[in-house]
């Protein structure tokens, strides 16, 4: 047991040092995914992706309606097939947790990728809800998941979770998750990468990308207004102003950006949530480019889960 110890402990310190000397050799962004790809194979990733999110469905309650699992699918679809650096063997899977009262999202090793009702229903577009997909499906493209992870854990423990050999580790993720609303505290340089490759990801799938923006200062205004939900969403996603300058020099970096914004469409989602009604229908056409309607799910609608 103590011989297991020393030896998760040793492997722990491996594998802060070899991304250490990467970042301290290079200050790259490419050669830290590199190490943490060596530490962390995709192949290894997507195994312990699939493991929890099966052990988190099972706790949580997803939403009942597959039109709307099916909307957000296809929202991050959109988002997927405009991030040229995912590895070809992810299959990014959205979902919608039926939870009102909470203003979250979050990633999982592998691309899977949990929203929550009520951020949807605190959204005002579709392209605010776009911007928040972008920034978490930049989180699993970037490797930030499997950078945090093998530094807190190791390759033996990862490598262990991976081959479902770790059950009780294993638990305390899924634990850590729902207790939280997060699986790991990203550090302040990797939510900046995240939000400015989610940015990129926005423009490239043709979104106008200041509703990131938007959405952040309005649940910052809540906060503000002493709105427990805001809190919920700001505490595992801070939002410092740094941040938000770096989203708006991308934005500017690109010049000409995509002005759709998909509003009356996120009404009729809000709809399809009992959060608002669909607007009356008015013989003005609107100036925003008509969305094609997706087609199914490939993964297929998911059944609400269940609570234990």
């Not at 909470?102 to 090793?109: D, E, G």
């Not at 410092?240 to 010049?255: K, L, M």
Request: charged share 20%; proline share 6%; aromatic share 6%.
């Amino acid at each position: 047991m103590r011989q297991n110890q020393h030896s998760h402990y040793l492997s722990r310190i491996f594998v802060t040092l070899l991304l250490s000397v990467a970042v301290a050799t290079a200050g790259c962004a490419t050669l830290r995914r590199g190490a943490a790809s060596a530490l962390l194979p995709v192949e290894q990733e997507i195994k312990l992706g699939k493991q929890l999110s099966a052990e988190i469905e099972e706790e949580l309650t997803l939403h009942p309606s597959s039109a709307v699992q099916q909307r957000i699918a296809a929202l991050g679809r959109q988002v997927v097939a405009a991030a040229p650096d995912r590895h070809r063997d992810m299959e990014f899977t959205f979902k919608v947790v039926d939870d009102p009262d909470t203003i979250n999202a979050f990633a999982l090793p592998g691309g899977w990728i949990y929203i929550y009702s009520g951020l949807l229903l605190a959204a005002e577009s579709e392209a605010e809800v776009v911007g928040v997909l972008a920034h978490e499906v930049a989180h699993v493209t970037r490797r930030h998941i499997a950078e945090r992870l093998a530094t807190a854990y190791g390759v033996q423990t990862l490598t262990a979770l991976a081959l479902g050999k770790e059950p009780a580790m294993l638990g305390q993720l899924v634990a850590g998750v729902l207790g939280t609303g997060y699986l790991l505290r990203f550090s302040r340089e990797q939510e900046i990468d995240a939000d400015v490759t989610g940015v990129n990801y926005v423009i490239s799938a043709g979104w106008r990308p200041h509703g990131f923006i938007n959405f952040f200062e309005r649940l910052g205004g809540d906060r503000e207004a002493g709105s427990r939900r805001a809190l919920g969403w700001i505490s595992t996603h801070p939002m410092p102003e740094d941040r938000i300058v770096h989203v708006r020099e991308a934005i500017e970096a690109h010049g000409t950006v995509p002005a759709k914004l998909g509003t009356e469409e996120h009404q009729q989602l809000l709809a399809m949530l009992g959060g608002a009604s669909t607007p009356p229908s008015s013989p003005a056409r609107s100036t925003e480019p008509a969305d094609v309607t997706p087609p199914s799910d490939t993964t297929g609608s998911p059944a609400p889960g269940r609570r234990r």
